[in-house]
T-cell receptor, first 114, second 112 residues
């Protein structure tokens, strides 16, 4: 059973460009969570999605950031007009959301903004 | 709202024991423990639910004091592979099944 897949693993963007991060959850998992980790810091929740629905986006910056999880295909985290402060590791986690809300993390996308 | 972990860092010799604590000011439904090695993804270790249920790693144990909203992770007979940063992730009682709120991490180094 393949784990959570994320791509790209590394992404370099210049200020003002767009970044698109993709996440494919584990088979059978319909709940996806995005977290951001700044260097030497902990994980900060960004958004929680189910298929075609945003359940909780309380951790998303109000501007430039958006997320989706379409009926078909991976979940996408989109950052428009990136700034240097967006440089971080972005992790996606998926959960089967049954009794135990175990969240399994993907390898992450390391975004560097020049 | 972020749980507080202690200690911030600990250095052990192989075979020694360690305890990592996680304390929250909010009522919790569950506590999740993860280990992250540098440059890698967090790896799930254990989940403890309100009411005493738990699920996780065979060689690592943990406790959850519901009244105090505290959890402790017990690492016994530590191995070199235990090195990494340990995070607790808390699931608030009012938001079960949703986001995890992570502590700042405890860096564990196991020396030969």
């Amino acid at each position: 059973n393949a784990g959570v897949m994320q791509n790209p693993r590394h992404l370099v963007r210049r200020r003002g460009q767009e970044a698109r991060l993709r996440c494919s959850p584990m088979k059978g998992h319909s709940h996806v969570y995005w977290y951001r980790q700044l260097p030497e810091e902990g994980l900060k929740f960004m958004v929680y999605l189910q298929k075609e629905n945003i359940i909780d986006e309380s951790g998303m910056p109000k501007e430039r950031f958006s997320a989706e999880f379409p009926k078909e295909g991976p979940s996408i985290l989109r950052i428009q007009q990136v700034v240097r402060g967006d440089s971080a590791a972005y992790f996606c986690a998926s959960s089967p959301r049954q009794i135990y809300n175990e969240q399994f993390f993907g390898p992450g996308t390391r975004l560097t903004v020049l | 709202q972020q749980p507080v972990q202690s200690p911030q860092a600990v250095i052990l010799r192989e075979g020694e024991d360690a305890v990592i604590n996680c304390s929250s000011s909010k009522a919790l439904y569950s506590v999740h423990w993860y280990r992250q090695k540098h440059g890698e993804a967090p790896v799930f270790l254990m989940i403890l639910l309100k009411g005493g249920e738990q699920k996780g790693h065979e060689k690592i144990s943990a406790s959850f004091n519901e009244k105090k909203q505290q959890s402790s992770l017990y690492l016994t007979a530590s191995q070199l592979s235990y090195s990494g940063t340990y995070f607790c992730g808390t699931e608030p009682f009012y938001n079960q099944g949703g986001k995890l709120i992570f502590g700042q991490g405890t860096e564990l180094s196991v020396k030969p």
